[in-house]
């Protein structure tokens, strides 16, 4: 017994020690970045940044000490193209560290960090006896993707929706769908690509028992992601109005789905992100920062992801107890439809969101080939 204990205890720390090793990895990456650009504001950080001030100055009334950073947007610009909970985020960066660049960046770079450690707690935790190991795949899986710590080096808004989505994903994979809806709430209130974080949420509820006890989970999510959007929004509608706040929210999905000017950053579909076409350049100052895939990783979990979703519509998913592979094609999914709705100009910075995915997607395959070698049916 004493034995066992200790070969288990020894289990858990060396992949414990490895998730911890992918967590240091990305934080040194996106810190290491963050740190070296030339230009106070990269990509399209001077609009996140600037409308969060005006957050903190007219929504909420926080008087901070502003740095006189040269470039404005206009002084009425909210950003109110994209929900507000990602400005929140960085205004309170501000509060708390300062109204500088490493201070903007630092969420970011704090959640891209944490999200190989989250996947290694949420798989680590399952009762199977390759969980650790598959938690430690899907930290080790995450932490080689380059647009994990290249965007989350950034200011911008897609490492909040990509932290997010992880924790709706980790709590997903443990049954704790209503906890999973209060996250995928948070990532649709930091942009409305978190709607591809619902479409996982909801995709993945095919493993609750009964069509009744699915419906009811299904209107409960409804409910749980429509109140956590509307009370990210509660600051907004008291400022400029409940009306204001509606026609911009209309009029920013009507803005998703139409194209950019073609003479502008480069672009490609959702599959061109995966074989890394024309990359989305983050910044040229020390160095050139593009948003690259590791493809690899990316094919692994598109081919999975489409073979499961394939199979639960033909024949169903009985015995396949999979949840990220039904995320990562939500996600895919959704961005797809805003391409096939009229914007072709998406850029691979987006698939951000995909790379917690991705990795956990990995890690659920281990567990599935595991699972079908030791029984002639797969787990139920």
Known sequence: ???????????????????????????????????????????????????????????????????????????????????????????????????????????????VSLIPLVLYVAYATLRHPLAPLAGCVAALAASTDPVLYRVGSVAMLDPHLAFMTTLSLALAVHSRYLASALFAGLALSVKISGAGTLLGLLLSLYRVEGVGRRLKLALLTAVIVSATVALAHVPLALYFGPERVVWETVN????????????????????????????????????????????????????????????????????????????????????????IAGNRTLYSFYAIQLTPLAAATVAELVLQAYQAKNSKTPAS
């Open 1 to 111: 017994m004493r034995g066992s204990f200790g070969l288990k205890l020894l289990y858990y720390g060396l992949t414990f020690t490895l998730a911890l090793l992918a967590s240091y990895t990305v934080f040194t990456r996106a810190y290491g970045l963050a740190s070296s650009y030339s230009n106070p504001y990269v990509s399209d950080e001077i609009y996140y940044v600037d409308s969060s001030r005006r957050i903190l100055e007219f929504i909420f009334r926080v008087d901070i000490p502003y740095y006189d950073y040269s470039g404005r947007t206009q002084s009425d610009y909210f950003n109110l193209e994209h929900p507000p909970l990602g400005k929140y985020i960085i205004g309170l960066s501000m509060v708390l560290c300062g109204d500088r660049p490493l201070c903007w960046r630092l969420p970011s770079i704090i959640e």
């Open 252 to 339: 920013a999905i009507k803005w998703h789905t139409t194209s950019r000017p073609p003479d502008g950053p480069p672009y490609s579909s959702p599959s061109g992100w995966v074989l890394n076409v024309a990359p989305f350049i983050i910044s040229l100052d020390p160095i050139p920062v593009r948003a690259e895939l590791n493809t690899l990783l990316h094919l692994v979990a598109l081919a999975y992801s489409t073979y499961i979703m394939v199979l639960g519509l033909l024949w169903g998913l009985r015995g396949y107890r999979v949840t990220a592979p039904l995320y990562y094609a939500g996600v895919t999914l959704a961005y797809w439809a805003v391409y």
